[in-house]
């Protein structure tokens, strides 16, 4: 079992930044791909990054490429978000799986065993 807890979300006026963290307990010795995904109101979850346990594998999705990057930590991931844009407001959500990042859908929402139970950011205009 995976333990994630989300924290760092907020408001923030576009153009501005956020670091959101998720800190991971339980069995993080394992292999495992975790991953940062989103949800905006009346919209389905989408993936946004994921990484590998030995940080070897690293992923952005294209839609926030050159202003999200993800980090790791130990057991623990990093979403770090820049230039940010009204359309980001969303509950964020990290997840794990004790899987290979490499041999996953990595975007998948249904891939994932291991929830946290997300951060809201807001961004105005």
């Known amino acids: 079992q995976v333990r994630l807890v989300e924290s760092g979300g907020g408001s923030v006026q576009a153009g501005g930044s956020l670091r959101l963290s998720c800190a991971a307990s339980?069995?993080?010795?394992?292999?495992?791909?975790m991953a940062w995904f989103r949800q905006a109101p009346g919209k389905q979850r989408e993936g946004l990054a994921s990484?590998?346990?030995?940080?070897?594998w690293k992923y952005i999705h294209d839609s926030v490429k050159g202003r999200f990057t993800v980090s790791r930590d130990n057991a623990n991931l990093y979403l770090q978000m820049s230039n940010l844009k009204p359309e980001d407001t969303a509950m964020y959500y990290c997840a794990a799986v004790q899987e290979l990042c490499a041999t996953i859908s990595r975007f998948d929402e249904n891939v994932y065993s291991f929830w946290g139970q997300g951060t809201q950011v807001i961004v105005s205009s």
């Open positions: 990484m590998s346990s030995t940080s070897t």
């Open positions: 339980g069995d993080t010795y394992s292999r495992n791909c």
